[in-house]
C-alpha cells in the first residue's frame, strides 16, 4: 500500500498487488490476511480486524490512539482470536546489523522515500 506518486516505483519491485491509499479503502477489498503490519502507524487494530484471519496478526510501529497498542498485545492475547503486537526493540544494535545483512545479500530493498540533514533529525529526537 502506498500513495498515488509511489505506485509505479512500488509496481517495479515486482509486488503482486499495490493499493493506492489515496484513491482506496484497503479495508473495502473484501481480502483476508495472516498479517497486518502498519509500517507507518495509519491505522489501528480496530480498522484492520476485519481484515484478519482467525489466529492473524497485526502489527504496528506506533503507539496507537491513546496507546492502545501497549495493553492490547495483552489483551487479544486473551480475548479473541486475532492478536496484536507491538514491537519492543530490546536490542536496536542487533536489529540494524540483521538488516544491515538482509540489504547487502539483495533480500531486502528499502524504499526511501525522503532523506533529512542530520541537524534536523537531531533535533527531532529532543523532542
Given at each position: 500500500?502506498?500513495?498515488?506518486?509511489?505506485?509505479?516505483?512500488?509496481?517495479?519491485?515486482?509486488?503482486?498487488?499495490?493499493?493506492?491509499?489515496?484513491?482506496?479503502?484497503?479495508?473495502?477489498?473484501?481480502?483476508?490476511?495472516?498479517?497486518v503490519f502498519d509500517?507507518?502507524?495509519?491505522?489501528?487494530?480496530?480498522?484492520?480486524?476485519?481484515?484478519?484471519?482467525?489466529?492473524?496478526?497485526?502489527?504496528?510501529?506506533?503507539?496507537?490512539?491513546?496507546?492502545?497498542?501497549?495493553?492490547?498485545?495483552?489483551?487479544?492475547?486473551?480475548?479473541?482470536?486475532?492478536?496484536?503486537?507491538?514491537?519492543?526493540?530490546?536490542?536496536?544494535?542487533?536489529?540494524?546489523?540483521?538488516?544491515?545483512?538482509?540489504?547487502?545479500?539483495?533480500?531486502?530493498?528499502?524504499?526511501?522515500?525522503?532523506?533529512?540533514?542530520?541537524?534536523?533529525?537531531?533535533?527531532?529526537?529532543?523532542?
Open positions: 500500500m502506498c500513495g498515488t506518486k509511489n505506485v509505479e516505483r512500488i509496481q517495479a519491485f515486482g509486488v503482486e498487488k499495490v493499493i493506492d491509499f489515496e484513491k482506496e479503502d484497503f479495508t473495502q477489498h473484501g481480502e483476508i490476511y495472516d498479517y509500517a507507518v502507524g495509519k491505522s489501528t487494530f480496530f480498522k484492520c480486524k476485519g481484515l484478519l484471519k482467525p489466529g492473524g496478526i497485526y502489527l504496528s510501529s506506533e503507539l496507537g490512539p491513546w496507546w492502545q497498542n501497549l495493553y492490547l498485545p495483552l489483551l487479544t492475547r486473551i480475548f479473541g482470536s486475532k492478536k496484536v503486537v507491538f514491537p519492543i526493540p530490546f536490542n536496536i544494535k542487533a536489529s540494524l546489523e540483521y538488516m544491515k545483512k538482509l540489504m547487502e545479500a539483495g533480500k531486502f530493498k528499502p524504499l526511501i522515500d525522503r532523506t533529512y540533514p542530520w541537524k534536523k533529525s537531531a533535533k527531532r529526537s529532543n523532542m
